[in-house]
Every structure is written in structure tokens, then in C-alpha cells.
């Protein structure tokens, strides 16, 4: 029989997992079916949206573009994977929560781990490296401003916090400590049980 | 939105690749998959099998070699874009990588895929044909060569035939030591299908008199053209209109109508952006000295 399901053992944020699959099913859909991380969006579902995103070894990359056979062997960051801790969320996600960067939701985590990915290897990313980073991703509720200016922001906490990577930055606004310090800030939402064992869902 | 069922198979070596191409007219090759997974998922294709050629070393990699750069097909987009090799010897694919899709596509899509795809608007091509890319080819009979203008031959069209597999592109370096290159685009949407897209590439004397000049069209007609542009060859770029030696060149030009751009506007876009796009590399030839290009070493 053509397109039997095959074994596929996949490393999604960190962890190991194994499911059956069929060739034909997109990362997108075994994320979301088989692993119950549906923090990853299905939008289109043939590569124009960008609802979908995921990071594969730290690359913004279309989950509905690949088929879960093909991800062996990758580091795969959701959503799910970006919040520091249980009850955290990561700088990128305060500050989409902080500029208001987000209205319906559906294209956010997308955004998100675009920003991330951006702001990884570039701390000051002019606005249109943010255009350009983010030009792969549809939103049709924010007009893209405030997006641009989580980006920013982001950014701009990301310089202040990384003190090691920069030491000749001033930091006196925000004191070391409180970097380091594993308690919620201000601005952090309430809990959310990301990545627990069954996606968060109860 | 679903792809139709179909079998995975994923060939330690490109031997085997071609093997299992040959023994099977219905299976189909897969890299990035950024063109390939949309149409399977639209059912627009619908392979027996899909053969991963993504994970091939010897299909991977850029690297110089006697007088040319040659760009393995598995070699993923945006690891041309980034490349510093790329970007001393071959700056006009390093201009023209960033008008390839979106960042996402461009970190899984592959520069053989687009080779192999061949888009009519797509950029990879037009560089190919602009710069005169050989496209190398492999069967189960051993690998050729291919010119890029006789490689595309029409829409989504090349001259591959079935079993054969897309292995490399190499493009030739110029011998000249002033080079200059330009790269212009109009599409509806950032990174959006071309309408018109120019592609140049000189080289000029110390004394400003052009010594080579090449220009591509991509989004025209039914694939990446060459323009001939000869009369700019030893003429001093100073005393020539630009402008007029493309218009000429591009007057008969057999260009497509679509909803988004009648075959009027393409041919006088690309008159202009011919222009502008010779202009910019003459200019870049003469101020920044020009891209050294030759003796690049690895």
C-alpha cells in the first residue's frame, strides 16, 4: 500500500519524541495531531501565510512546507518551546503582550518566533530588518505597527538584559540581579502550562 | 490542502537517487520542498514516491574551482545569501538572493530546486542565464552539462529529462578585475513574484571603457533571457546612452500578458529597469573599484 505510516522520532523543544506518521503529513499537522502542540497555527497551509512557523535549528521555516519524514534530526523550536519557564514568557512574547503586537492571535506565534530567530543574531535590527524579517508573515488585524514596535521593543530589552554580550552598555536602569533572577517580572502574564505533557491541553 | 498518499524514500548517495528515478516514472525529486510541497498539497502533483536528496554531502556545499564557483544543488538559499565566498565572487547572486521568496523559504528552499523549478520570474535562473551558469546534470549514466540558456526552455519547463536529477550550478568568473553589478526588481508585494526583474553584470578598464557587460530579464517571458548588449562592449560608458543600447536590444521582446502585468508594461519595465540595473554596475565598477573577482581562493 502506497503511503504507509513510518516511525519518525523528532527533537521538539528540547525533547525526543516519536509518533507514526504518514509521508504525506505535514510537521505542521503531526505537531498539531500528534504531539498536541497547537500553539503552531494552520493557516493556509501551502507556505504564503507564515501561521505556521516553527524554527528549525534556530531558522524561521514553514511547518506546513515539510513533511514530519524530513525532520529528523532537527533541533524543532514551537511556541511552546520559547517561554523560559512554566508560568514565564520569553522577552520577545512580553513585549508582543506589552506594545499590544497581537489582536485575534492567529498569526503571533509565527511573529514571534520570527522576532526570535531575527533577534538572535542581530540585537539591533534596524526597522527594515524587522520589515524584511517579518515580510514572510501575514497579519490582517494589527496593520503591522505594533508588531514592528514589539520588535523594537524587544530588541531594546534584549540589549539591556544580555549585559555579559555587551558590558560597555549601560545597564543602571535595570539592575543585573533582576536579569538573573529566576521570579516573574513585571509585565509576565499569569501562568501558562506550556509544553506540559499533553501541549497544555488538559 | 492535503497531499495525495505517497512514498518517502531518502538514498544515502546520489547513485542510488538516480537509480530509484529511473526505475520509477512517477517519483519525483525533493530538496527544500518549498515550490514541490505547495503543488502536492494543492494536488497539482501527485508523485508515487518522493526522493530526498536534501541530506546528500556530495550534493551540498560552494566551492571555487579553476575559473568557476560551483554551487552544489542541496546548497540551501540562505546559505548562498550569507556566504562570504558568494559575496567576493559572485555579488550579483548575493544582490538578487534577497528577492528569493521570504527568509522562511529561503532557509529551507534550495538553489538547485530553483533551478530545476524554473519560474520564469524566479531570480536563481535569471543570474544563472545572466552570468552563462552551466547547470550540471546527473543519470544513471554518468553527469553532464548544460548551458543555463538552453536549460530553460519554457514556464516551470527544462530540458531535463525524466531520471535526470539537477546536481550542481557553476558559474563562471570573469577574468577582469573591475567589476560592478546591479539588480532590480518590481513585484506587487515584497518578495512577491517578478513582474520584471534585470540582472547586470560589467567589467571596465581603469580608463572607464567597458570591457564586458551582460544583462538579464527575468518575469518577461517564458524564462530568464540574455540581452544582447554587445555595442556596450568597448565603448566608453561616459559617451554611450545606456539607455538607448537597451531599448534597442529590447524592442522585439516577446513578452507575456497576465492579470497582474500586460506584455506593453513588462517590455517597457524592462527597458527601464535594464537600464538602471547597467547603471547601477558601471557605477559600482567605477566607484568601489569593483569586486575582485579572480584568484578567489577557498
Given at each position: 500500500?502506497?503511503?504507509?505510516?513510518?516511525?519518525?522520532?523528532?527533537?521538539?523543544?528540547?525533547?525526543?519524541?516519536?509518533?507514526?506518521?504518514?509521508?504525506?503529513?505535514?510537521?505542521?499537522?503531526?505537531l498539531r495531531e500528534d504531539f498536541l502542540l497547537v500553539g503552531s497555527h494552520a493557516g493556509c497551509e501551502h507556505g504564503v501565510c507564515g501561521a505556521c512557523t516553527v524554527l528549525i535549528d534556530g531558522e524561521p521555516s514553514r511547518a506546513c512546507l515539510m513533511f514530519?519524514?524530513?525532520?529528523?534530526?532537527?533541533?524543532?523550536?514551537?511556541?511552546?518551546?520559547?517561554?523560559?519557564?512554566?508560568?514565564?514568557?520569553?522577552?520577545?512574547?512580553?513585549?508582543?503582550?506589552?506594545?499590544?503586537?497581537?489582536?485575534?492571535?492567529?498569526?503571533?506565534?509565527?511573529?514571534?518566533?520570527?522576532?526570535?530567530?531575527?533577534?538572535?543574531?542581530?540585537?539591533?535590527?534596524?526597522?527594515?530588518?524587522?520589515?524584511?524579517?517579518?515580510?514572510?508573515?501575514?497579519?490582517?488585524?494589527?496593520?503591522?505597527?505594533?508588531?514592528?514596535?514589539?520588535?523594537?521593543?524587544?530588541?531594546?530589552?534584549?540589549?539591556?538584559?544580555?549585559?555579559?554580550?555587551?558590558?560597555?552598555?549601560?545597564?543602571?536602569?535595570?539592575?543585573?540581579?533582576?536579569?538573573?533572577?529566576?521570579?516573574?517580572?513585571?509585565?509576565?502574564?499569569?501562568?501558562?502550562?506550556?509544553?506540559?505533557?499533553?501541549?497544555?491541553?488538559? | 490542502?492535503?497531499?495525495?498518499?505517497?512514498?518517502?524514500?531518502?538514498?544515502?548517495?546520489?547513485?542510488?537517487?538516480?537509480?530509484?528515478?529511473?526505475?520509477?516514472?512517477?517519483?519525483?525529486?525533493?530538496?527544500?520542498g518549498q515550490t514541490l510541497i505547495p503543488m502536492l498539497a494543492m494536488r497539482l502533483a501527485r508523485p508515487s514516491r518522493l526522493i530526498d536528496i536534501l541530506r546528500l554531502q556530495e550534493l551540498r556545499g560552494i566551492r571555487a574551482e579553476d575559473g568557476a564557483i560551483?554551487?552544489?544543488?542541496?546548497?540551501?538559499?540562505?546559505?548562498?545569501?550569507?556566504?562570504?565566498?558568494?559575496?567576493?565572487?559572485?555579488?550579483?547572486?548575493?544582490?538578487?538572493?534577497?528577492?528569493?521568496?521570504?527568509?522562511?523559504?529561503?532557509?529551507?528552499?534550495?538553489?538547485?530546486?530553483?533551478?530545476?523549478?524554473?519560474?520564469?520570474?524566479?531570480?536563481?535562473?535569471?543570474?544563472?542565464?545572466?552570468?552563462?551558469?552551466?547547470?550540471?546534470?546527473?543519470?544513471?549514466?554518468?553527469?553532464?552539462?548544460?548551458?543555463?540558456?538552453?536549460?530553460?526552455?519554457?514556464?516551470?519547463?527544462?530540458?531535463?529529462?525524466?531520471?535526470?536529477?539537477?546536481?550542481?550550478?557553476?558559474?563562471?568568473?570573469?577574468?577582469?578585475?573591475?567589476?560592478?553589478?546591479?539588480?532590480?526588481?518590481?513585484?506587487?508585494?515584497?518578495s512577491d513574484f517578478a513582474f520584471v526583474a534585470a540582472a547586470a553584470q560589467v567589467a571596465i578598464d581603469d580608463d572607464g571603457r567597458c570591457l564586458d557587460a551582460t544583462l538579464g530579464l527575468g518575469g518577461v517571458g517564458d524564462h530568464a533571457l540574455r540581452i544582447?548588449?554587445?555595442?556596450?562592449?568597448?565603448?566608453?560608458?561616459?559617451?554611450?546612452?545606456?539607455?538607448?543600447?537597451?531599448?534597442?536590444?529590447?524592442?522585439?521582446?516577446?513578452?507575456?500578458?497576465?492579470?497582474?502585468?500586460?506584455?506593453?508594461?513588462?517590455?517597457?519595465?524592462?527597458?527601464?529597469?535594464?537600464?538602471?540595473?547597467?547603471?547601477?554596475?558601471?557605477?559600482?565598477?567605477?566607484?568601489?573599484?569593483?569586486?575582485?573577482?579572480?584568484?578567489?581562493?577557498?
Open positions: 500500500m502506497r503511503g504507509r505510516p513510518v516511525k519518525v522520532r523528532l527533537s521538539i523543544n528540547g525533547r525526543l519524541r516519536e509518533a507514526d506518521v504518514e509521508p504525506r503529513k505535514s510537521l505542521l499537522d503531526t514530519a519524514v524530513q525532520a529528523d534530526g532537527y533541533e524543532i523550536t514551537t511556541i511552546e518551546g520559547l517561554a523560559p519557564a512554566p508560568g514565564e514568557l520569553s522577552i520577545v512574547q512580553d513585549a508582543f503582550c506589552e506594545t499590544h503586537g497581537l489582536q485575534c492571535g492567529y498569526c503571533t506565534p509565527g511573529m514571534i518566533l520570527t522576532a526570535h530567530a531575527l533577534l538572535t543574531h542581530n540585537d539591533s535590527p534596524t526597522r527594515d530588518d524587522i520589515v524584511e524579517a517579518i515580510s514572510g508573515n501575514i497579519c490582517r488585524c494589527t496593520g503591522y505597527g505594533q508588531i514592528v514596535e514589539a520588535v523594537e521593543f524587544a530588541a531594546d530589552r534584549l540589549r539591556k538584559t544580555n549585559a555579559p554580550r555587551h558590558p560597555e552598555v549601560a545597564i543602571a536602569d535595570e539592575p543585573v540581579r533582576l536579569a538573573k533572577s529566576k521570579a516573574p517580572r513585571q509585565g509576565v502574564l499569569e501562568a501558562v502550562q506550556t509544553d506540559a505533557p499533553r501541549g497544555g491541553r488538559s | 490542502m492535503k497531499p495525495a498518499p505517497f512514498d518517502y524514500v531518502r538514498p544515502d548517495s546520489l547513485a542510488e537517487a538516480c537509480e530509484i528515478l529511473a526505475g520509477d516514472e512517477d517519483a519525483r525529486i525533493i530538496a527544500g560551483v554551487i552544489g544543488a542541496v546548497t540551501r538559499q540562505v546559505e548562498v545569501e550569507r556566504s562570504d565566498i558568494i559575496k567576493r565572487a559572485l555579488p550579483l547572486l548575493t544582490k538578487a538572493l534577497p528577492w528569493v521568496g521570504h527568509p522562511p523559504t529561503r532557509a529551507r528552499g534550495t538553489v538547485g530546486g530553483s533551478i530545476a523549478n524554473a519560474d520564469p520570474s524566479a531570480e536563481i535562473p535569471l543570474i544563472a542565464v545572466t552570468l552563462g551558469a552551466e547547470i550540471e546534470i546527473a543519470n544513471p549514466t554518468g553527469r553532464t552539462g548544460m548551458p543555463a540558456d538552453e536549460f530553460f526552455i519554457g514556464p516551470m519547463l527544462t530540458s531535463v529529462m525524466p531520471g535526470d536529477c539537477v546536481c550542481a550550478v557553476r558559474f563562471p568568473l570573469w577574468p577582469h578585475r573591475r567589476i560592478g553589478t546591479g539588480f532590480h526588481e518590481v513585484s506587487a508585494r515584497q544582447d548588449v554587445t555595442p556596450l562592449i568597448g565603448a566608453d560608458i561616459a559617451r554611450v546612452s545606456i539607455a538607448d543600447i537597451v531599448r534597442a536590444a529590447t524592442e522585439g521582446l516577446e513578452a507575456s500578458s497576465d492579470l497582474h502585468a500586460t506584455a506593453d508594461y513588462r517590455r517597457r519595465v524592462a527597458a527601464v529597469l535594464g537600464t538602471r540595473a547597467l547603471e547601477d554596475a558601471f557605477v559600482e565598477a567605477r566607484d568601489r573599484n569593483g569586486a575582485i573577482q579572480c584568484g578567489v581562493v577557498q
